[in-house]
């Protein structure tokens, strides 16, 4: 069976919704069943992306196609739906580690998210090599999910968490990122895109600022991968971390990458099933990697899912994927200061160094009050702290209601949110 005799794109092929070198978000709404769905009799904006996407018809099809056609357990039937379904997940590997140009596609674990991936790193690698006053330096952007599981391995192996702060801007002090460096951390760990300010981080250059320092480093790519063309080879990084959900795949998807010399020297992260090559009463031999780390049953639909969505962005190229969401970005920060009265954003002002992902406080009303009454014209976006609270309190923020984008928003989308946000500011201040 060849890569691409499963639902999703052909080989190289470039989707219709591609047109003179550019995304034609319009053509790629059809693709997406639940966009052509009415919310409180509106016509549905989704703009609440960076929480989670939306998904096209070749990933609904590629799960559907699993579980009607050949749904059986991994690595075990000797009989025609076992293999299929093996060769099923393991071509989704392979494609999905080709989609963030991964040297070696055992390389790549199946995670169910990247919080998962980062805790498989925490407590696999974080517990053998982080020991009294090991120190880690995160950021102060960072989502909870690459922050709390180092503050449990410091918690518990005596180990300290350094802090990189951030510009009023939402830019990363590279200045105190090299005077932190000078305390030999084991590790650095950062995203490469900010989930609330959409900051890109310059990730090559802090990865050889680590590297020249003795510590390893891992990103956190749930923002990246969707929205900016990830090399992992390129980025020189030594372990990365993704979500699924988040790039057109289902929930429940997501993979750790790392370098193989990196995964063969950590230990099991969970043990029992499938992550072993023999077992006895008192000690067990475990498999090679990747399946080393993918103990019991996997959500093989979510990863099938996961390689129909990383076959469809590689069609729609991620060059042009984020061509497309910086033009929506640039017009959502030109439009929405002249059109909303009042209305303060957040992040870098550099269109290039930040993705499609819009943060902001209308003054005087609660961004959940915001997002209820943009709720009422059919307009999703996400209120609260957005996983990032530490991030929250450096701004001295409570709260911000934020926008987000992907492939299918459309210019269309922001006039709504602008429309929407008057309409706010008409009921609340009358
Ligand atoms: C930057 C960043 N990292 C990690 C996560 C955690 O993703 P998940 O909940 O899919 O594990 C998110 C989710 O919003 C995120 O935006």
């Known amino acids: 069976m060849t890569l691409t005799s499963e639902p999703g794109v052909a080989d190289g092929a470039v989707l219709p919704a591609v047109r003179a070198g550019a995304l034609d978000a319009y053509a790629i709404r059809d693709e997406f069943p639940i966009l052509s769905r009415e919310v409180h009799g509106h016509r549905v904006v989704y703009l609440d992306s960076a929480s989670t996407s939306q ?8 799960v559907d196609a699993f579980y009607r056609e050949y749904n059986a357990n991994v690595h075990r039937g000797i009989y025609e739906f076992g293999e299929r379904s093996t060769n099923a997940y393991e071509r989704a590997r392979v494609e999905v580690a080709r989609f963030i140009n991964a040297p070696d596609s055992h390389e790549l674990i199946f995670t169910r998210n990247a919080t998962e991936a980062i805790n498989l790193v925490a407590y696999s690698w974080g517990r053998r090599n982080i020991g009294r006053g090991d120190a ?4 102060e952007m960072e989502h909870h999910a690459n922050l709390v599981p180092w503050q449990i391995l410091v918690q518990e192996r005596d180990g300290d968490l350094e802090f990189i702060p951030i510009t009023d801007d939402g830019l990363l002090r590279l200045d105190v990122y090299e005077v932190l460096l000078r305390v030999k951390p084991k590790l650095v760990a950062f995203t490469h895109v900010s989930n609330t300010l959409g900051t890109i981080n310059p990730v090559r250059e802090m990865v050889d600022m680590a590297h020249a320092a003795g510590a390893l480093v891992l990103i956190d790519g749930a923002q990246a991968v969707p929205h900016v063309p990830v090399d992992v080879q390129s980025l020189g990084a030594d372990f990365y971390a993704f979500s699924g959900h988040k790039m057109l795949a289902p929930m429940g998807s997501g993979a750790l990458w790392a370098r193989r010399e990196l995964l063969e020297a950590m230990p099991p992260f969970l043990g029992g099933g499938e992550m072993i090559r023999e077992v006895h009463l008192r000690r067990s031999d475990f498999n090679d990697i990747p399946w080393k780390f993918e103990a019991g049953t996997p959500a093989v639909a979510d990863a099938v899912g996961l390689g129909a969505a990383a076959q469809y962005l590689r069609g729609l190229g991620m060059d042009h994927v984020r061509d497309h969401e910086r033009d929506l970005l640039a017009y959502a920060l030109d439009v929405l200061p002249r059109e909303v009265p009042g209305i303060e954003l957040y992040g870098p002002l550099d269109v290039d160094q930040r993705g499609g992902v819009v943060p ?27 996983c990032t609270m530490p991030l929250h309190e450096r701004l001295e923020l409570a709260a911000t209601a934020r926008a987000s984008f992907n492939v299918y928003s459309t210019r269309d989308d922001i006039d709504a949110l602008v429309a929407g946000l008057r309409q706010v500011q008409t009921i609340f201040e009358g």
Do not use: M
Not at 136 to 139: P, Y
Not at 364 to 381: C, E, M, S, T
């Open 136 to 139: 880690i330096v995160l950021t």
């Open 360 to 386: 902001f406080n209308l003054p005087g009303i609660h961004p959940h009050d915001v997002a209820q009454v943009l709720d009422r014209f059919g307009i999703a976006v996400r209120a609260g702290h957005h």
């Open 55 to 62: 998904k096209p018809r070749a990933v609904i099809e590629a």
